[in-house]
């Protein structure tokens, strides 16, 4: 072994900062890097297995009413199976929780073939009391295993604590912009608990097996299209039709998740490795410039250059070794658990089970430590290129003209020292600018995500312009007289009771049948409460239908909604759709690039009719996915009688009746949808962050490390002269500051523009228009945290510099 | 042919720099330096001594002529090569003395040690060095006398035929520089290495057994010294 290693040990004591620098920057780029891919990539495959292992299904639909067993089987009969899952969203209450909660009742027996569940904790229900939910909710609310809660005003025990294959995510709508776990679970019953809590109300959803289950999603699509209208032919009415891959969030929210959440991580990972290569550039040719007197007497006295390359790889390729054993240590130990958090705290997926992969293995460990190797390898070879008298000279630092160009001498003193060591030390200030923008973007991203999903939010809210948005499932007139309304009582009593005749006795089912013969059988039915006149009054009619209009940059689609309202509404009272004018809602617009004027394409899913409107203007806030227009054009347009309605809009509260009712959407429930977003990326972003200010410190320290370095030769010298040490730290300290704070400000419009477009890139699976507006004051915190970072490296500088000792310039001749 | 001489240099030429700016610094030097000798340069500041010491070190190519080192010229070798033959034939000694600072006495010496396959003990040297006791300090622990001895040291462990030495005692004072030059007489003596030393201090040539002089590029003086002086006898 050389003698030349026995430094190897001072060296590492002596440039204690650099290495451990060098070190940590390994540690924790790893740590992260490999913690979350790994974690990612273990999810994905148990995603992936989810498929097969629980049978979850390819596609579900969901009928007005009870579907004919004709419809089912001629359904059946083109290549599939189908399984009858009703469900029924009920209110779910408990002790300590004063929120409306909504509780989807799912019969257990029903998921013994497809869309299988697995339990947690405890056990299924096994009476008809007894109800298991999901783990997120349970964990959200603090449930344990013998839990008391109210379904539907009935008591239950909650006996165990599961999940369901086809709910991944508790997406209660498919339209909602993202999952929510704080007011919505799925609840698992026994049919017998089904019907004790659940009384009659039902939707009625159908889960389908392919026999074929390799169909690819066009094939599988076209297949669905073709079953919709078999069903329509047969007559049923599809208020639902979810393909599980395409447009079935509940299943597809988590997968899209975590992989759209590696792309980020993965640009992220690899940028952060292109600025560790830069610092090991900066970093190597500054050794070899310190060095270079021993390198040129070394050369001189006949040493190989290979040997002297090998020297000084010794270090690095100690350091990176350690750097990347002890990262893939702690990220596949310590971290793996935060890092599987990051999605087990938001969606219910099976057990956790650690797979290995060798690409996220290359990715974060190989890819930056042969990065280390090469840059140092390379920066040495070229360095060495110099010839021995060149080193001995100390001639190898780059000359440029730079360096020996003329300043102005009005400029103070002072002024122009601090240019020179600017000067002097361009490259590893272009380098320390890449640096800063690189943590600031981590920064802004990590710090920018939360307040732009509450602006999101309350544009959300904005956009609903009535207290109560009453949705239904088939048109219920409020108004009535009061024996239509008991004609319509009696309906529902016939359709809640499943053996009319023995429940109510000859009299009373003969009674009942009695009142339903008044029914006029094209009139709308009636709702079977009388709300009064003056809340009758005040409600209105829309009506709706949905709609795919394509997106712009991907050929993805986007699911909107087209509003039919009144003209002169009280309710959109800004929106004009008088005289066949069609308003499209500013999100949409923004989202899908339409300017009034243009034609907005609308799809409809379930029949593949493609419809054509002109845009005349646009309206609401960015998070505004509608299409507004006259009530009776889009009745016209989707083949509808005139009169046609899907809804209610009211400032008052409305008793409905719960078979017509779908869903009741007041401006406090999109609040939910905020919280549910935070909920999810809080600690994702919190990740983020505590990522980017230890990145921040070692980055900045390196970097500005080496300007201090480089120089203590001439700040001995100083010192020698007689100057002190704060006038020493005015000098080198100060030129340095003042970079790192001209870069922290000069960096953020291009920070700006990568945050957009991590941002854009991030929320490109969600639906809905998310404003990307970053305020002011978060890119004066971004500002304020780098120059905290940086104060505690001035700090440490300051310290190094009053430790330069005067015999370093005097004793030792290099 | 004659024999050459250990060290033969034949029309020698350097110039450095184009068009306006060339400056022809060596404009044919020949001379011949026989083996076991102490060789002197002197010359007026920027007369070209370095430069020639580093061409014969193999660290500067000549424009033209050849530079015999036994029977290699080694104006023909390749950059390779020249490694290989200042690993094995070399010793350096420089004004400022280059020590690995990192490094202690000892292991500064044995730096150089390691290139050879027929080193000196190191015990020894340190000894007729004067430097047994600062052995395990390091370069900014002991004086500049000490450091050069130290440099001289590490020069001498690889048993070099050719030590080659720019004014080895230019940053010493009287005493220490008589030191330094008794040092390398006796080295001279006890392993038959032949020197070149590039001096201002013009007593030197006393304990020399050749003497050269630089002048305009070229040797103004080239002779050969009978009447040695020990170094211990030298003032200036
Ligand atoms: N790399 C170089 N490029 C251009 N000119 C050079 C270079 N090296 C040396 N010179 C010039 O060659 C001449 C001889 O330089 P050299 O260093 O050999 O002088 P010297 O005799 O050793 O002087 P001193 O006694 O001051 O050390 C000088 O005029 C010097 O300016
Ligand atoms: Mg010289």
């Given amino acids: 072994m050389s003698p030349l290693n026995k430094r190897l040990p001072r060296d590492l004591i002596h440039n204690l900062g650099k290495y451990l620098g060098i070190f940590l920057l390994f540690l924790f780029a790893i740590a992260m890097g490999s913690g979350y891919l790994s974690a990612a990539h273990s999810i994905e495959v148990i995603q992936g297995e989810m498929h097969e292992r629980h049978r979850v299904e390819d596609f579900h639909f969901v009928t007005q009413f009870e579907a004919a067993k004709s419809s089912l089987e001629a359904i059946e009969a083109m290549g599939c199976t189908i399984y009858e899952d009703f469900t029924a969203d009920v209110p779910l209450a408990f002790a300590g929780e004063s929120r409306d909660m909504n509780c989807r009742l799912i019969d257990q027996d029903k998921r013994r073939e497809v869309n299988r569940g697995y339990y947690f904790e405890g056990r299924a229900p096994a009476a008809d009391n007894e109800i298991a939910l999901d783990r997120m909710f349970c964990k959200n609310h603090d ?11 009935h008591e239950a025990t909650m006996v165990g604590i599961c999940s369901l294959s086809d709910y991944e995510c508790l997406m209660e709508k498919n339209t909602d912009m993202i999952f929510n776990s704080t007011t919505f679970t799925i609840g698992l019953v026994t049919p017998e608990g089904m019907q004790a809590m659940a009384g009659g109300k039902r939707d009625y959803r159908y889960d389908g097996v392919l026999n074929d289950r390799t169909m690819d999603l066009v094939a599988r699509t ?9 069903l329509a032919d047969k007559g049923e009415v599809l208020t639902d039709l979810v393909d599980y891959e395409f447009d079935n969030k509940a299943i597809f929210f988590a997968t899209d998740d975590v992989s759209g959440d590696q792309v980020m991580w993965q640009v992220l990972v690899g940028l952060l490795v292109v600025i560790m290569a830069f610092v090991f550039v900066v970093l190597t040719n500054a050794t070899i410039e310190q060095e270079s007197a021993v390198i040129g007497t070394l050369l001189a006295s006949g040493y190989r250059k290979r040997e002297i390359i090998g020297h000084y790889m010794v270090l690095p390729t100690l350091i990176g070794v350690l750097g990347c054993v002890a990262g893939n240590a702690l990220g596949l130990t310590y971290m793996s658990t935060p890092m599987q958090e990051l999605y087990y705290g938001s969606y219910s997926l099976p057990p956790y089970e650690f797979s290995f992969s060798p690409q996220v293995f290359v990715y974060t460990t190989v890819v930056p430590f042969v990065l280390l190797e090469v840059v140092t390898l390379v920066g040495l070879m070229r360095k060495l290129r110099f010839t021995p008298l060149a080193f001995l000279r ?11 160009l003329a300043l102005p001498e009005r400029l103070s003193f002072v002024r122009r020292f601090q240019l020179r060591v600017f000067l002097r030390n361009l490259s590893h200030f272009v380098v320390l600018f890449f640096g800063i923008s690189f943590c600031s973007l981590f920064l802004l991203f990590g710090l920018c995500l939360m307040p732009l999903v509450e602006h999101y939010a309350q544009m959300l809210s904005q956009d609903v312009v009535a207290n109560h948005i009453y949705f239904l499932k088939a048109p219920l007139e409020l108004e009535g007289t009061p024996e239509q309304r008991a004609s319509y009582a009696a309906v529902e009593r016939l359709m809640e009771t499943d053996d009319p005749l023995s429940d109510l006795g000859f009299i009373g089912y003969a009674r009942v049948l009695l009142r339903t013969m008044d029914l006029d059988e094209d009139a709308h039915p009636v709702n079977t409460t009388d709300n009064g006149e003056s809340a009758i009054a005040q409600a209105e009619k829309f009506s709706a239908a949905s709609f795919e209009v394509p997106h712009v940059i991907t ?30 809602g500013a999100g949409l617009a923004e989202k899908c690039r339409i300017k009034p004027g243009d034609t907005v394409t609308l799809t409809d899913k379930y029949t593949n009719k493609v419809y054509e409107l002109m845009a005349t203007s646009v309206w609401g806030s960015s998070a505004n996915m509608n299409i507004y227009m006259d009530r009776a054009a889009l009745n016209r347009m989707v083949d509808e009688e005139e009169d046609n309605f899907a809804g209610y809009a009211s400032d008052e509260e409305l008793v409905i009746d719960q078979r017509y009712l779908a869903i009741d959407v007041t401006p406090d429930s999109m609040g939910s949808t905020a919280d549910q977003m935070q909920e999810s990326f809080g600690d994702m972003m919190d990740m983020v962050v505590a990522f980017a200010i230890p990145v921040y410190l070692i980055l900045v320290y390196l970097l500005t490390k080496t300007v201090i370095d480089r120089s203590s030769r001439y700040i001995s010298y100083m010192k020698v002269f007689g100057y002190q040490d704060g006038e020493i730290n005015r000098l080198y300290v100060r030129a340095i500051t003042t970079t790192v704070m001209v870069s922290l400000v000069a960096s953020l419009p291009f920070v700006i523009w990568l945050v957009r477009f991590f941002v854009s890139f991030a929320m490109d699976r969600y639906s809905g228009n998310l404003e990307i507006y970053i305020e002011p004051m978060l890119l004066v915190r971004v500002v304020a945290i780098g120059a905290a970072a940086y104060a505690v490296v001035a700090l440490a500088h300051m310290w190094h510099i009053r430790r330069v000792s005067l015999s370093e310039a005097l004793k030792v001749q290099e | 042919m004659a024999q050459r001489a250990f060290l033969s240099i034949r029309d020698l030429t350097k110039s450095y720099g184009d068009g306006e700016a060339r400056t022809q610094v060596l404009k044919g030097i020949s001379t011949d330096i026989e083996h076991g000798e102490i060789c002197v340069l002197f010359g007026p500041s920027g007369s070209g001594k370095s430069t020639f010491l580093n061409m014969v070190g193999g660290l500067e190519p000549a424009d033209s002529g050849s530079i015999y080192v036994g029977d290699t010229d080694i104006c023909q070798l390749r950059d390779r090569e020249l490694v290989e033959y200042r690993r094995r034939e070399l010793g350096f000694i420089f004004q400022f003395y280059n020590l690995v600072p990192d490094l202690t006495v000892r292991e500064n010496i044995e730096v150089c040690q390691y290139l050879s396959r027929n080193p000196l003990p190191v015990d020894d040297l340190l000894n007729s060095l004067g430097l047994w006791e600062h052995r395990g300090k390091f370069p900014n622990q002991i004086s500049g006398g000490q450091q050069q001895r130290c440099a001289i040291g590490r020069a001498l462990v690889k048993n070099p035929s050719l030590l080659l030495c720019d004014e080895p005692t230019g940053a010493l004072d009287y005493h220490t520089s008589k030191e330094i030059l008794e040092l ?3 080295v001279n003596r006890e392993y038959h290495s032949t020197m070149v030393i590039v001096t201002h201090n013009d007593a030197i040539r006393h304990m020399s057994h050749h003497i050269l002089r630089l002048r305009d590029g070229a040797l103004s003086e080239d002779v050969l010294n009978d009447q040695l002086l020990p170094a211990a006898e030298l003032t200036w």
């Fill in chain 1, 143 to 153: 449930l344990h295993v013998g839990a008391t809660v109210s379904i539907n005003g």
């Fill in chain 1, 394 to 404: 100390r001639e190898i630092a780059s000359r440029s003209r730079r360096n020996t």
């Fill in chain 1, 555 to 584: 050929d993805s689609s986007e699911e909107i909604t087209v509003y039919g309202i009144e003209q002169d509404s009280r309710y959109w009272s800004e929106v004009d759709v008088s005289g066949g004018a069609v308003v499209v």
């Fill in chain 2, 184 to 186: 390398m007489e006796r």
């Fill in chain 1, 222 to 230: 076209s297949f669905e299209r073709d079953m919709a209208d078999l």
